[in-house]
């Protein structure tokens, strides 16, 4: 499909999922008084007499930044799934690979643990801002153990995401023996959920994500031509390993931020940008934005269900793990039979 009708046609699809899923709920809200509500807001004009006033209270501040941020959370670990994919040019990659989501949640158990304990701690200091830190502390680990000296190879940059992964395991492992009964806490946070979410943590993941996507878009060529093989890229003047280097920073930024935000969602990175890929093709011109789409979708179909169809609230990571399980081992073993091919 061409790109002047494939990304309208996204966005339409988004757009309607956004609007259908916020009128989804305990309380039954039709599209066309969504609608109303976000005219309404957007142009200042008072809503009819008649209308349901808890109605624009349920949409705007409760559903509408759960939704949102659902969206956005969902879109950045599918853009940076795609780019680990294309960068250490294995399908199975995903924002995880690094050990960036171990980082992140080493940080959220770490502040958690120091508030079950009672240890008071200054009002800029939370969990988002924790998982933050410990995601990017992780990256820089990854960086300084691959050394620069076979320009950052995908073997090299997996193994030591490995390591250090394993190493922040057994740190979020002793805190869980540390929080004892109280570890409820932190495990909830590490299946991942957006209940609560609000304006703050829309601004705050739209603020790394769109301008994270925007920046990656830019090195899009460049992605094209370093699958290529090294040698090539050289030839056509791509500095491979600072180029490689920067796109995994901001694959690595945009997938902390949405663990800072969400705690642990695991496989949409993975399942996103591999099946687009099949129906779109490789050039990461068209890959990229529409990985953002279809992230965005996945998981805001995935946060409904949680939400509104099921009896009661399931973490969203257990949701998405149940799902991209199955994918992981279809596409291992179609990765197998292909080797042996």
Known sequence: MRPALLFPLLSTLLAAAIVLATGM???????????QV???????????????????????????????????????????????QAILLN????????????????GAS?????????????????VPLFAFLGAVGTLIAVFIL???????????????GVIVASILSAGIGFIKYLANEKVGIIIFWLMGSFVGKSWTDVALTLAITIPGLLFILYF?????????????????????????????????????ICVSVSGIIGFVGLIVPHFLRLLLGPDNRILIP????????????????????LPS??????????????????IFKKRQQGGRG
């Open 38 to 84: 976000f005219l309404a807001r957007i142009t200042g004009r008072a809503l009819p007499e008649a209308f349901n006033t808890v109605f624009p209270l349920v949409i705007m501040d409760v559903r509408l930044p759960r939704i949102l941020t659902s969206a956005l959370v969902g879109g950045g670990l599918a853009v940076a799934g795609g780019v680990f």
């Open 220 to 256: 899009s060529r460049d992605l094209n031509i370093m699958a290529l093989g090294p040698r090539t890229a050289a030839s056509l003047g791509i500095e491979t390993a600072k180029t490689r280097k920067v796109l995994l920073v901001w694959a690595s930024l945009i997938t902390a």
């Open 110 to 126: 770490l502040v958690l643990i120091l508030t079950i304990f009672g240890i008071s701690l200054p009002a800029w200091v939370s």
């Open 290 to 309: 529409a990985c953002f789409f279809g992230g965005a979708i996945l998981l805001l179909f995935a946060d409904t269900i949680t939400r509104a169809v």
């Open 313 to 330: 609230e399931l973490p969203i990571g257990v949701l998405t793990s149940l799902i991209g399980g199955p994918f992981f081992c279809y």
């Open 25 to 35: 709920g305990f309380l039954r809200i039709t599209p066309a008084e969504v609608l």
């Open 146 to 160: 691959a050394s620069p000296y076979d320009n950052y190879s995908s073997n090299t940059l997996i193994l030591s």
């Open 91 to 106: 399908p199975l990659a995903d924002p995880y690979t690094l050990g960036i989501s171990s980082g992140a949640a080493f």
